[in-house]
Each structure stands twice: as structure tokens, then as C-alpha cells.
């Protein structure tokens, strides 16, 4: 959280500096101030945001690791050489899947969700 706190502190000296120059009566220097006040208020959510932002990025990343995976497994077909499909649907995060291509995540066990990991961090 380093950024934040390097951010807060810029606000700090920005609202000692819009305080002198409003006592001084430098209207027009106040103004910009304010206006470097703004946008330090939006640098320092940005960056109060960045991990989290970061492990989204990390997530979706790994669900796209997991979906490249399961897609590339083997598909089974049945007797007429049709390729069987088994959706499953996760409870918690709405993500399908097919169960009956043989994958190293799939068929899943107990009918777990093969983004579970995913869960915790989009939660």
C-alpha cells in the first residue's frame, strides 16, 4: 500500500498549500490547487484499487488458463460419433463447463467446480 500512502501525503501538502495561498488571498493559485486536489483524490482510489484489480487480473488469467485446458481435452463420443456433452454449471459462479471431455480437470470430482480458485477472488 505504498503508492496510497505516498498519495495521501501529497493531499496533506496540497490542502496546507490551498489553505496559505486561500489566506493570502491568491484566488486564482487556490483554484488550481482544487483542481491538483481533484485529481489527487482519484490518484489515490486508483491506487487503493490496484490490488484488487490485480487479483482479478490473476483470476481471470487463471480461467482462461483452466478454460484453454477443459477445451482441449478429449472429446468422447458416443455410438452414432457424436460428441457427448454433459454441462455443468457451477452454483456460485455461474461458469459451465463440459464434464465429458477427459481433461486434467475434468470430469470433475463430486461435481466440484473446476474455478474454485476463481471464487475467492471474485468474491
Request: some cysteine; hydrophobic content about 40%.
Amino acid at each position: 500500500m505504498r503508492r496510497a500512502e505516498s498519495v495521501r501525503l501529497g493531499i496533506i501538502y496540497l490542502r496546507l498549500a490551498r489553505d496559505a495561498f486561500k489566506d493570502a488571498g491568491a484566488k486564482r493559485t487556490t483554484a488550481r490547487v482544487r483542481l491538483a486536489l481533484t485529481s489527487a483524490g482519484g490518484a489515490l482510489r486508483h491506487a487503493e484499487l490496484a490490488p484488487i484489480r490485480e487479483q482479478r487480473l490473476e483470476a481471470d488469467a487463471e480461467v482462461a488458463r483452466v478454460r484453454a485446458i477443459i477445451d482441449g481435452g478429449t472429446p468422447r463420443y458416443d455410438e452414432m460419433d457424436a460428441e457427448i456433452v454433459e454441462t455443468a454449471t457451477c452454483g456460485t459462479c455461474g461458469r459451465s463447463w463440459n464434464d465429458a471431455r477427459i481433461s486434467e480437470l475434468t470430469p470433475t470430482p463430486s461435481a466440484r467446480c473446476p474455478f474454485e480458485y476463481a471464487h475467492r477472488a471474485t468474491a
